[in-house]
């Protein structure tokens, strides 16, 4: 688990609010037997695998974020796993300054809202509660590649605010990149390393393009324990004295 000692109680108090965001949105689904994954997948008939849930992805044209489920065959999937969120964010919606990466290979698109970047995979089990988050090689997505500081100046911008094709799914995900905010910032920093140390270790390849790096980093996450963290680290940020109660 990410250590949130160095967290800021004005931070620790917005995943808390995402904690009970994410609870929320996952108990009004429980109640009728659902889960934010079978809110993508109801109504589509047979699941495919690597099809892209719901058809289409989710994007709000005002954030300018995006997400999909799918899931890969089952040999190809970690143990209980069934599959697993992509989350993106495109140009318009980033802050100013976001720049890719000067890569060999890059090419602007010519619709300039197209360079979108990847921030986090969500991964899920097979009671859809979310189990591990993980970063990908450029490859997997065909996004364009931003620095992770880049990337992470990018997090808080991701929302989906509308309806469909689920209200309490959009809210879910939504929360889940404040939840674990620290954790995702330290992935995408993980990331970065894991990139820069294959492309030293395997010399004449393109690591953006190598098929044998897939997950760049990666990281098993609960929910009740991530919340339950959060709370004793805001109870520790309330005991401690301030510095004018010690003068």
Not at 143 to 155: G, H, N, Q, R
Not at 230 to 241: D, V
């Amino acid at each position: 688990m990410t250590d949130l000692s160095g967290v800021s109680r004005e931070s620790l108090e917005a995943m808390a609010e995402a904690g009970r965001e994410v609870r929320l949105c996952q108990r009004v689904l429980a109640k009728t037997g659902d889960t934010v994954v079978g809110e993508l997948l109801r109504g589509h008939g047979t699941l495919y695998e690597w099809k892209h849930y719901p058809p289409g992805d989710v994007y709000d044209a005002e954030f300018h974020a995006q997400y999909y489920y799918h899931c890969h065959p089952e040999g190809e999937r970690p143990h209980g796993e069934h599959g697993h969120f992509h989350t993106f964010l495109r140009p318009h919606g980033m802050p100013p300054g976001m720049e890719p990466m000067a890569l060999p290979d890059y090419r602007p698109p010519e619709n300039d809202n197209d360079a979108l970047s990847h921030l986090i995979g969500i991964a899920m089990d097979v009671a859809g509660q979310p189990v591990r988050l993980f970063t990908t090689n450029r490859w997997v997505t065909g996004e364009t590649w931003y620095a992770a500081d880049d990337v992470i100046a990018m997090l808080d911008a991701f929302e989906i605010d509308h309806a469909r094709p689920s209200w309490p799914a959009n809210r879910w995900i939504t929360a889940m990149m404040r939840l674990f905010r620290p954790t995702i910032v330290e992935l995408l920093h993980e990331r970065d390393a894991v990139i820069d140390r294959w492309t030293a270790g395997h010399p004449g390849t393109y690591v953006y393009d190598d098929r044998g790096l897939e997950v760049a980093s990666q990281r098993l996450i609960s929910v009740d324990a991530q919340i339950a963290e959060i709370a004793t680290h805001l109870r520790g940020a309330r005991r401690r004295p301030s510095l004018a109660d010690a003068s």
